[in-house]
């Protein structure tokens, strides 16, 4: 019988709590210590598990995978942390505050080329968007034209809270587009590949942190596809759409199964273009009632560990090219920039 892989979480907030829920449904996995600090001191529970204020505590357990669910002022150094303590690593996004993050992650990774490294881009997992990806890389519909994103909340802050780390611009890096809007980000160079042209407009104008609260994005790829994309903490009703226009017809995805049930239903609206469709062309609805994106993203992990295959999805350079587009995006509003004294080389 093969011996089950142990198993730390660092950070141990929602988030971690959700991905304890699942890796507990793994047979191969085995939970043996968390750390956060509301932890007041360091405890054994009755099942075994042991709690720590502290992540090096939790790396003294000789962990086989680390998972890092950590604000993201140290998410890089705990899965630095991790790599040089021989664990293979899972990083919530984003992977930092900035590229630098991402790349002195990597230059470790280097090091380790026996560990694995795989970052939480968790929507590349849902059902809708994998039936999407595979319509479209299929050809049928023809090539890319251009897309519409918008994904959005309501506020930053958790309710109930009166603060939250993530409106802090020195521990959260950047707002609603690193937080949120980063997974629409990486769905767009999903589907459309990589933009090197960009223009925006980053404003914190109506909750007044920090940090920002909208930003309003056009760019283009060298293959001339047209993107636009709406990250937004103002947006009272939750929503998540992605309409992606093809040659041939489009689809478009809306809501998204998440923990909050706030997203509305997850569906994909496939239409066929026809000659003499008169703009109502052809079109079925799929909906998808089950997300099995958390115990899928997990057990893709946990066999390129045991089978020693690579990462497919969430690789680091999958988060360096998304980190990289969404500093683009910063950097391309002259007075954001100017507004918070940044510079390319600050992210």
Known sequence: MRRKLKVGIAGYGVVGERRHKYIQLHPDLEVVAVCDQKFLSSKKSEDGIKYYNKHQ????EGLDILFVCMP?????KVTISGLES?????????????????LRVMEVEKKNPSL????????????SVREALSLIRSGELGSVINMRGLYGKSKFISFGKQSDWRVSR?????????????????????????FNEVHSFISNSFWNHDVEDNAYVLMRSDQGVVAMLHSTATQWRHRFSLDITLQKGAVSLAGILTGSK?????????????????????????NYEIDSSWADEIN???ESIIAKKPINDG??????????LVEKIYCSDEEWLKKWGLTLTNF
């Open 57 to 60: 505590s939790l790396l003294s």
């Open 72 to 76: 993201n002022d140290i998410a890089s």
């Open 86 to 102: 021989g664990a293979n690593v899972f990083c919530e996004k984003p992977p930092g505050r900035t590229v630098k993050d991402i």
């Open 116 to 127: 694995k490294l795989k970052y939480g881009f968790n929507h590349r997992y849902h059902d």
């Open 170 to 194: 020195e521990i959260a890096g950047g707002g609603i587009l690193l937080d949120q809007g980063i997974h629409m980000v990486d769905l767009m160079r999903l589907f459309g590949g990589e």
């Open 262 to 286: 706030s997203y509305g239903m997850e569906t994909m609206t496939v239409i066929w273009a026809n000659d003499d469709d008169m703009g109502d062309p052809k079109e079925e609805i799929y």
């Open 300 to 302: 893709e992990f946990v």
């Open 315 to 324: 690789t680091s350079s999958d988060a360096l090219s998304t980190m990289r």
